[in-house]
């Protein structure tokens, strides 16, 4: 293996990227294998396989983003998470490292929400600058990327169905419903360097064998053995400084040990997610951007969707042992589809999505026990889990801002994660779990207990895509409308949520991006 280059600090012909999760990681392999040279600013720590435990609860607190973060706003989670709005990954990986594996697609009217839906009082629903058909071949690459089964781009067959799945499928198809899917990428046998599923459960929060495509051991390493990379983790992005025509000049940092680094730069991406991304961008604020770098619209930060979700457990006479094999079962698509006729724009999909016992018992009833709890937790074995998983709409006041007086660790304002969900939304979650009650009774569900929604993990919007720049942050490409060589790599840049896990669409995204730059950079324009 190629050792990997160290670059100086004062290499301003390096792409910095900040952040090494499914945009960042993916983005930084796919410049690399260009050729062009990377310095990866990852904040967080450099975990290995052998740092991955079958123990989610016990990987929950060594990998998680716990640094201090405020709910706020109208949400759930202002009284049952006030301090962790997001669940996400601090780590080399970034939060593909924590995921179910699930890679679905937009599908196309969600690519054009305000052209399907039309105006949405007290929303700010807009059309992508892409659709579905320029978006297809990208799809294609991130499937075989990522090794999606079931996808003609990989090859790869069906993950096994498990007990979890059976029993969902079962219900689902005595109630009409015939759209079940398993696009994972998971592998169903050894697939570009990495083993098939073993299927020893408890991986959401990371796959101890590495058959579940992470950018930690895959596009990272990757990306090292070109030598035109340097990863450097442990290092908080704090700000990205810029020049007197107001050109990123490249990132200010701070390494494990509080001191401070300037990495020059050609050009800047920002890959910290749907929270940290607009936040790096807020705290850049000078004299020529006062109100954050990239903010001419007043859009960083805003339009912030994490999916209208909720959750629900169904307990029946006999076992079911929901948690072995793969995290995430059945997935139900029937509802995906956009159809105004149920009362809400959007549509959803019903995620038969396990939980290890640890996790059960503190998300079935936060801070919560007694005979109803224990009751039903004492049956955890048999149990299935559904998390539904349905389209969010953007709206202006529903952002990240800086506290005023509050700091973290790095000396940096604590971020303010402000959400309120529409009566769209709260419809759409309600549909969702009436459905799943009908879905376990048809095959013999005893109890079915609704579950406040899980601490976000689908984190988008807040530097949106839009084709003017008054209306968003970056163009098509995820480029700054005002700093031609700012990027926007990750989530944070779609501009509707879509009903689907967003990973498979950011991978995408980095993909088309890196072949931009790529082109940019040969032409000089960047």
Known sequence: MTTPKKFSLNDDSVVVIVGSGAGGGTLANELAQKGINCVILEAGKHYTQADIDNDEWGMFNKISWLDKRISAGGWHHTKTYPGLPAWIVKGVGGSSVHWAGLALRFQPHEFKTRSTYGEQAGTQVMDWPVDYAEMAPFYDLAEKKLGVTGSAASGLPMLPENNHYKVIAAGARKIGYKNIV?????NSQAYQHRPGCQQIGFC?????????WSTLYADIPEALGTGKVELRPQSMALRIEHDAQ?????VLYADKNGKQHFQKARIVCVAGNSIESPRLLLNSASSMFRDGLANSSGQVGRNYMNHATAAAASIYEKPVYMYRGTSLAAVVADEARHDASRGFNGGYYLEGLSLGLPFMAAFMQP???????????DLYDHMTCVWVCGEDQAMADNRITLHATEKDQYGLPVPVVTKTYTANDDRLASHGLKQW???SEAVGAKRVIDMPPYPASHNMGTNRMSEKARDGVVNRHGQAHDIKNLFVSDGSQFTSSGA???TLTIVALAIRQAGFIENAMKRRDL
């Open 437 to 439: 009650r009908a879905l």
């Open 182 to 186: 398993r696009p994972m990428a998971i």
């Open 500 to 502: 689907c896990n967003p």
């Open 367 to 377: 801070g919560g026990w007694g005979r109803d709890f224990t009751s039903a937790i």
């Open 204 to 212: 959401m929060q990371g796959c101890k064998i590495g058959a579940k």
């Open 246 to 250: 107001g050109k990123a000049t490249g």
